[in-house]
């Protein structure tokens, strides 16, 4: 018999990364950028598995020596360049429930260069989509320093333009509609949904609010930094690595 709320949880890690080359396996705070997404993983109970999809032998044995699972290697059609995740994802799921003859009930995707999530979100943002039947999906967001809608601008023929039309509305900063930025701190969709949906930002979603302050994205040298010295200073506290910090 179908188990309920199994959740199946993901870590994209491709070997091919132009911006910072063997991000995924760099020191971050003493532990492999990888492998935060993967202790964070084993102290939250909602997870069910865990699984690294990688193209890459190298990351896997350090995904492994950090207790993560490693099923299958990623196909090169998958590990490309321009590879959405999304099709990423599916494969996974599809290998995984036809290894287990046994279906998921949703599906966690952990950016292995997010490493600022902690376990309450991923409670609360399950928490939430399970609240919520008609939604396929919950997405991890934070408040960025400025609004788009009152901050960003265009050039048009040498002169300003507002990048969205409805700011010239808004005679102060104060009174703007609150905007949210998608971090890739955390979605959790609807196993189903992932099994027949070909794109992901077409259906009802849900939105999960971390701070700022944790809403870290590592895609270069300058990020990695930053991200390295908020966690060394204890200005992002990672529970699994309470003590061990230097």
Same mark, same amino acid.
Request: aromatic letters at 8%; one cysteine or more; charged letters at 25%.
């Given at each position: 018999?179908?188990?309920?709320?199994?959740?199946?949880?993901?870590?994209?890690?491709?070997?091919?990364?132009? =911006?910072?080359? =063997?991000?995924?396996?760099?020191?971050?705070?003493?532990?492999?950028?990888?492998?935060?997404?993967?202790?964070?993983?084993?102290?939250?109970?909602?997870?069910?598995?865990?699984?690294?999809?990688?193209?890459?032998?190298?990351?896997?044995?350090?995904?492994?020596?950090?207790?993560?699972?490693?099923?299958?290697?990623?196909?090169?059609? /998958?590990?490309?360049?321009?590879?959405?995740? #999304?099709?990423?994802?599916?494969?996974?799921?599809? /290998?995984?429930?036809?290894?287990?003859?046994?279906?998921?009930?949703?599906?966690?995707?952990?950016?292995?260069?997010?490493?600022?999530?902690?376990?309450?979100?991923?409670?609360?943002?399950?928490?939430?989509?399970?609240?919520?039947?008609?939604?396929?999906?919950?997405?991890?967001?934070?408040?960025?320093?400025?609004?788009?809608? #009152?901050?960003?601008?265009?050039?048009?023929?040498?002169?300003?333009?507002?990048?969205?039309?409805?700011?010239?509305?808004?005679?102060?900063?104060?009174?703007?509609?609150?905007?949210?930025?998608?971090?890739?701190?955390?979605?959790? #969709?609807?196993?189903?949904?992932?099994?027949?949906?070909?794109? #992901?930002?077409?259906?009802?979603?849900?939105?999960?609010?971390?701070?700022?302050?944790?809403?870290?994205?590592?895609?270069?040298?300058?990020?990695?930094?930053?991200?390295?010295?908020?966690?060394?200073?204890?200005?992002?506290?990672?529970?699994?690595?309470?003590?061990?910090?230097?």
């Amino acid at each position: 018999m179908k188990e309920k709320n199994r959740m199946l949880a993901v870590i994209p890690a491709r070997g091919g990364s132009k =911006g910072l080359p =063997g991000k995924n396996i760099r020191s971050l705070a003493g532990l492999p950028l990888i492998a935060h997404s993967i202790a964070l993983a084993k102290i939250c109970p909602q997870i069910t598995r865990l699984i690294v999809s990688t193209d890459n032998k190298k990351i896997a044995k350090v995904a492994g020596r950090y207790g993560a699972e490693i099923p299958f290697l990623r196909p090169a059609e /998958l590990a490309r360049d321009g590879t959405p995740t #999304w099709p990423v994802l599916r494969h996974a799921l599809r /290998l995984v429930e036809e290894e287990e003859k046994n279906q998921y009930d949703y599906l966690l995707l952990l950016d292995a260069t997010s490493p600022g999530r902690l376990p309450e979100d991923i409670e609360g943002a399950l928490k939430k989509l399970r609240s919520r039947p008609e939604a396929v999906g919950i997405i991890g967001v934070s408040r960025p320093e400025f609004n788009p809608i #009152w901050h960003c601008v265009m050039e048009e023929n040498g002169w300003m333009k507002d990048l969205i039309d409805v700011a010239g509305k808004y005679n102060r900063r104060q009174v703007v509609p609150v905007v949210y930025r998608i971090n890739a701190s955390l979605y959790i #969709w609807r196993a189903d949904f992932v099994r027949y949906a070909r794109a #992901w930002r077409q259906a009802p979603q849900l939105i999960y609010e971390i701070p700022e302050a944790r809403a870290l994205h590592i895609d270069d040298l300058y990020g990695f930094r930053v991200a390295d010295m908020l966690i060394r200073h204890g200005l992002i506290k990672l529970p699994w690595l309470k003590g061990k910090v230097k």
